[in-house]
């Protein structure tokens, strides 16, 4: 079974900076591509940043590309969201997930979810 376990999160000023990262447990870390989607208040969760097995290739959401870096480090099974320029509109809840072979931007195609771990951007 696979686990994910995100960490990072906090409070931050608009302007500011945090890293996310998701700890992964089980399964064949190298074989998935891995997510990290958010979910604001009252919104639906939406894709932010995607990485291939072996870190190849990225996909970013056009509200975060420039400002937001998805990375893996394969030995230590984590992924990682680098975030700088943060504004207000990121504040959600971030989620880390996988799925087997290639990234999506699809939700429904990730097969685990860690718990999620709250971002807010205020001053």
């Known amino acids: 079974q696979v686990q994910l376990v995100e960490s990072g999160g906090g409070l931050v000023q608009p302007g500011g900076s945090l890293r996310l990262s998701c700890a992964v447990s089980g399964g064949t870390f190298t074989t998935n591509a891995m997510a990290w989607f958010r979910q604001a208040p009252g919104k639906e969760r939406e894709f932010t940043a995607a990485?291939?097995?072996?870190?190849?290739?990225?996909l970013y959401a056009d509200s975060v590309k420039g400002r937001f870096t998805i990375s893996r480090d394969n030995a230590e099974r984590t992924v990682y969201l680098q975030m700088n320029s943060l504004k207000p509109e990121d504040t959600a809840v971030y989620y880390c997930?996988?799925?087997?072979?290639?990234?999506?931007?699809?939700?429904?195609?990730?097969?685990?979810w860690g718990q999620g771990t709250q971002v807010t951007v205020s001053s």
């Open positions: 997930s996988a799925r087997s072979t290639y990234p999506s931007r699809r939700s429904y195609e990730y097969n685990y």
């Open positions: 990485i291939s097995p072996l870190g190849r290739d990225k």
